[in-house]
């Protein structure tokens, strides 16, 4: 009884789990689920004729069977694809004798041509995809240019386009795994100099405490004198050894924006993004340079993710007791604005430079440009 219940309660949650599904890569956006209606070339036939109980039927499971084939051809890879691709020409050819809407299904097999990894074995696909409706064609002498028209003019566009896209979605995860594998060496190497900084800083001065410390337990007894000179020499390596750490530390902070221009060097570097940097040597007040160095992240990544661009400028000054950051792509603007704008990452950018008296500024240019600015506080005047 608990068995058949439990069955039950599975199938009950079994649709909406799957309504629930993603039945497409969530990279590929809402499109896949817009070309669905090209199925409604289908329905030409019935403006001037009233399909039958059977044809209906047929019609209604011909769609039903296709829809599961075609989200499948979304994930699928290697030789499934190709099988995947014949069942849908197969469609068309099974229905061109009765619907010449049936050219749709060439369409359909075109653009799953998208998902070859051989780019001219995915041309040589669509091309094979054309020749079919073609040959479909020659066996429909009534009808025959009424079906091949829409399949000889939209196939190869979508076929291409669909190619194009998919490349280039390949490309930028290419390009996105190294910029990741690139910030990962970053941090390691950081992290090694730090250890060996400390190494350095911290491995003698250890030693000897260590030393003199066994050494004032064995006089403790047998010389207190000398063990009080011990405690003292102990007392001021300790002394010397915390203010040389201190020291180290105001030097890694001091370097944060010096740092991230050389990350921002290797990132773009990775990406085949030429910089051209023009620094001007100033002495930055640590808040300011903890959110200029922020906002340089976050405008290198967006240069590398998503402004396909081939050259960076780069500029830090003064303008009238203003630091100025200026940073500027020549990469596509409008896709780059909304993909900029639809992060949080400058957003927060720019709450921390008002907190600070400044403000960030997106403008669109050659390419898409950021524009930082933080007053400089001012030094108290000095009276004779």
């Known amino acids: 009884m608990s068995v058949a219940m439990n069955r039950t309660a599975r199938m009950r949650n079994l649709l909406p789990s799957i309504l629930r599904l993603p039945w497409v890569p969530p990279a590929r956006g ?9 199925l409604a070339f289908l329905s030409m036939k019935y403006w001037y004729a ?11 499971a011909t769609v039903l069977a296709f829809l599961p084939l075609y989200f499948y051809s979304y994930w699928c890879r290697g030789p499934v694809r190709g099988w995947v691709i014949g069942a849908t020409c197969l469609f068309g050819v099974l229905w061109a004798p009765h619907n010449v809407g049936a050219s749709t299904f060439f369409i359909f097999a075109c653009g799953m041509c998208a998902g070859i990894a051989s780019l001219r074995l995915a041309y040589a696909s669509v091309a094979a995809i054309i020749g079919a409706a073609v040959a479909t064609a ?37 390009l996105l795994r190294k910029q990741e594998e690139v910030e990962q060496m970053a941090t390691i190497a950081e992290r090694e100099r730090i250890s060996r900084d400390l190494h350095d800083l911290l491995g003698h001065t250890l030693s000897l405490i260590t030393l003199k410390a066994e050494l004032a337990g064995k006089l403790f007894e047998r010389d207190p004198a000398a063990c009080r000179r011990e405690i003292g020499d102990i007392e001021r390596s300790a002394r010397a050894a915390l203010s040389e750490v201190r020291s180290a530390v105001s030097g890694y902070r001091q370097s ?3 740092h991230e221009l050389d990350s921002a060097r290797a990132s773009l570097a990775a990406a085949s993004v030429v910089l051209h940097a023009n620094i001007e040597e100033l002495s930055l007040p640590a808040a300011a340079e903890n959110v200029m160095s922020l906002a340089l ?44 704008r639809r992060g949080n990452g400058l957003s ?37």
């Open 50 to 60: 009233d399909p039958g109980a059977l044809e209906t039927l047929l019609l209604l």
């Open 256 to 258: 944060g924006f010096a």
């Open 138 to 174: 020659a066996l429909l002498p009534a009808h025959g240019l009424e079906f091949l028209f829409p399949a000889l003019v939209v196939g190869p566009l979508v076929g291409a386009g669909s190619i194009n896209d998919a490349r280039l979605a390949r490309s930028r995860l290419l």
């Open 348 to 384: 927060g950018m720019g709450e921390r430079a008002a907190a600070l008296g400044g403000a960030l500024a997106l403008k669109i240019e050659q390419g898409l440009a950021l524009e930082l600015r933080l007053p400089l506080p001012r030094l108290p005047e000095v009276h004779p």
């Open 297 to 340: 992240r976050e405008a290198v990544t967006n240069i590398v993710r998503h402004a396909g661009a081939s050259e960076c400028q780069l500029s830090l000054s003064e303008v009238q007791g203003v630091l100025v950051l200026r940073i500027a792509d020549n990469g596509g603007t409008l896709a780059n604005l909304a993909q900029v």
């Open 30 to 38: 809402n499109a896949p689920y817009v070309w669905v209606l090209m």
